[in-house]
Nanobody
Framework: QVQLVESGGGLAQAGDSLRLSCAAS????????MGWFRQAPGKEREFVGG????????RYADSVKGRFTISRDNAKNTVYLQMNSLKPEDTAIYYC?????????????????WGQGTQVTVSS
């Protein structure tokens, strides 16, 4: 079992930056591929990005590529989502997720563990 807790959400203006963190409870954190997803009001939850167990591979949705960066610190059991050049359409609840896998999955159903989410609101 892995418990995930997101933090760092809040209010931002277009063009601002925010950094989300996701702390994991398990000491075997380095065995898990981590993903970030988001869900805007009235929309389905969508993949934002993911990072492999050792951080060597990352994948991003086209909508955030070049603006968002995922990183992880296995010593701290934490994964980060650095969000730059925020846009109003980035407004959503952001979730981190974990999967015991070597590859970076993009499908929501592939992930086994989820955090409770953190709200990000970007005003124009």
């Amino acid at each position: 079992q892995v418990q995930l807790v997101e933090s760092g959400g809040g209010l931002a203006q277009a063009g601002d930056s925010l950094r989300l963190s996701c702390a994991a409870s398990r000491r075997t954190f380095s065995s898990y591929t981590m993903g970030w997803f988001r869900q805007a009001p009235g929309k389905e939850r969508e993949f934002v990005g993911g990072i492999s167990r050792n951080g060597g591979t990352t994948r991003y949705a086209d909508s955030v590529k070049g603006r968002f960066t995922i990183s992880r610190d296995n010593a701290k059991n934490t994964v980060y989502l650095q969000m730059n050049s925020l846009k109003p359409e980035d407004t959503a609840i952001y979730y981190c997720a974990a999967i015991f896998s070597t590859s970076v999955a993009t499908q929501l159903t592939s992930y086994d563990y989820w955090g409770q989410g953190t709200q990000v609101t970007v005003s124009s």
